[in-house]
């Protein structure tokens, strides 16, 4: 599996910003897809993830903020954010398990200034 991300940016807090990732390679084999953060010195942080059958989770930090919408059609998740926090600044990373493995995107910094 091969996670491809796009979307981060700088903006202001209070803005919206959608990160998405495109999975290629043994789709099918894909059990749940979502999003970590993490800011440099600190560990990574679950941020919402999702499951083959639509079930997603949030962490508490961006639960009612952020949603991880999905094209089926295009095998790609989005990480939907608004109401950015300058407390939302970190590089945000896609990832997908799959058979026994964890695969991860590249990932993309998000700039929250106040």
């Known amino acids: 599996v091969q996670l491809q991300a796009s979307g981060g940016g700088s903006v202001q807090a209070g803005e919206s910003l959608t990160l998405s990732c495109a999975a290629s390679?043994?789709?099918?084999?894909?059990?749940?897809m979502g999003w970590y953060r993490q800011v440099p010195g600190k560990q990574r942080e679950l941020v919402a993830s999702m499951t083959r059958d639509g079930r997603t989770s949030y962490s508490d930090s961006v639960k009612g903020r952020f949603s991880i919408p999905r094209d089926n059609v295009k095998n790609t998740i989005f990480l939907q954010m608004t109401n950015l926090k300058t407390a939302d600044t970190a590089v945000y990373y896609c990832?997908?398990?799959?058979?026994?493995?964890?695969?991860w995107g590249q990932g993309t910094l998000v700039t929250v200034s106040s």
């Open positions: 990832y997908a398990n799959a058979s026994a493995f964890t695969f």
């Open positions: 390679g043994s789709r099918s084999s894909i059990r749940a």
